[in-house]
């Protein structure tokens, strides 16, 4: 296996424009999480996937936030409108319960 | 306070030196994460704890689950080990929470 593959690995795009952030994990892996990476704030939990079923939302940052599972091999997350204060590196990982394995992260550059 | 708590937050140290980092938190968990991540900024799975203690190559971790701390160790230290270690545990319903990270510098 590839492993958990995250495109783009870079983006930049102007603030309101819409961004859109993919993962592919582990064929096999039944959890699918979604985290961001600040200087200010370290890593942080954005969502996770169970099944392809959303468990937890709680640290979306606000409704301009939204992530999809469609099936067991793709997820997304999208920004829309994107704003300066989303810049930040987003890694996807994915996890069979044994271990978590991560993607090598899309760095998000808004200006 | 923070559920994970790292110590210490910067760490310089001599090549050939022991090192340990330590990691304390205040949740149940089901298991424990070591990663690393380099400056190129990838994230990569040292260990997955839930007892005992694991050992590759000159790394090794500990857990004590009674008192919620575990420990990574680096033996034999070289300049290549320089990077920031987290740990992150893994709360019942598998979501990970981290520590703040540790940055280590290895000097030649």
């Known amino acids: 296996d590839a492993g958990v593959i995250q495109s783009p690995r870079h983006e930049v795009t102007e603030m309101g424009q819409e961004v859109t952030l993919r993962c592919k994990p582990i064929?096999?892996?039944?959890?699918l999480f979604w985290y961001r990476q600040t200087m200010m704030r370290g890593l942080e939990l954005l969502i996770y996937?169970?099944?392809?079923?959303?468990?937890?939302d709680s640290g979306m940052p606000e409704d301009r936030f939204s992530a999809k599972m469609p099936n067991a091999s793709f997820s997304t997350l999208k920004i829309q409108p994107s704003e300066p204060r989303d810049s930040a590196v987003y890694f996807c990982?994915?996890?069979?319960?044994?271990?978590?394995?991560f993607g090598q992260g899309t760095r998000l550059t808004v200006v | 306070k923070n559920e994970v708590e790292q110590s210490p937050q910067n760490l310089t140290a001599q090549e050939g030196e022991f090192i340990t980092i330590n990691c304390s938190y205040s949740?149940?968990?089901?298991?424990l994460h070591w990663l690393q991540q380099h400056p190129g900024g990838g994230i990569v799975s040292l260990f997955m704890?839930?007892?005992g203690k694991k050992k590759h190559g000159r790394l090794i971790a500990t857990i004590n689950i009674q008192e919620k701390h575990s420990s990574l160790h680096i033996t034999a230290s070289h300049p290549r080990d320089s990077a920031v270690y987290i740990c992150?545990?893994?709360?019942?319903?598998?979501?990970?929470?981290f520590g703040a990270g540790t940055i280590l510098r290895v000097k030649s």
């Open positions: 064929s096999g892996h039944d959890y």
């Open positions: 990982a994915s996890s069979d319960r044994a271990e978590a394995f």
């Open positions: 949740v149940g968990i089901s298991a």
């Open positions: 704890l839930s007892s």
């Open positions: 996937f169970n099944n392809n079923v959303p468990i937890d």
């Open positions: 992150a545990v893994m709360e019942y319903g598998n979501k990970l929470v």
